[in-house]
């Protein structure tokens, strides 16, 4: 992580009160967590699709680091990817374009699988927040919300 946004984060830590979510891009996330937590970060959320072979690894390693943990999946990975950590998520991000793009249009089509999240959310972690990442507008929004986002 460049020294400019730990000092971002600090900076927003001192004047309005901690930071209090961090989405990794996509690289490795271990080596952020540290100094986001340090930072005063609350929530680190990573991608599944990045993160495969060590997701549940750098869940937990968020976790001891004091800070809740998320994780994000793109619109072409199946829900399948995520349900297997639910018991250690705190959040869950559905991503509604294709991440690392911006000004892209909001695909509907992500919108059964916030539904699917969402009952899944229901029966294993009721206390896990789903939130939406891509295209939300005042047009959009609503149908979030009526999907099943928080």
């Known amino acids: 992580m460049s020294a400019l946004c730990i000092a971002f984060i600090i900076f927003i830590n001192t004047k309005k009160g901690k930071a209090n979510k961090y ?5 490795n ?15 680190i959320t990573i991608h ?13 390693y968020i976790r001891e680091k ?9 619109p072409d990975t199946p829900i399948e990817d995520v349900l297997k950590y639910l018991p250690l998520l705190d959040l869950v991000l559905v991503m509604t374009v ?5 000004g892209q249009k909001f ?13 899944y959310i229901e029966e294993f ?17 609503p149908l979030c919300i009526q999907a099943g986002a928080d």
């Open 98 to 102: 294709k991440s690392g793009f911006g």
């Open 107 to 119: 695909m509907e089509d992500q919108l059964p699988k916030i539904a699917a999240i969402r009952k």
């Open 125 to 141: 972690n009721p206390n896990c927040h789903l939130e939406v990442d891509g295209g939300v507008d005042p047009k959009t929004a």
């Open 48 to 60: 599944v699709e990045t993160e495969s072979d060590k997701t549940e690894e750098m869940l937990k």
């Open 66 to 74: 004091g800070c809740k943990a998320g994780l994000a999946l793109d």
């Open 29 to 43: 996330a271990k080596n952020n967590t540290a100094d986001l937590a340090g930072a005063g970060v609350e929530l």
């Open 23 to 27: 989405k990794t891009q996509k690289n």
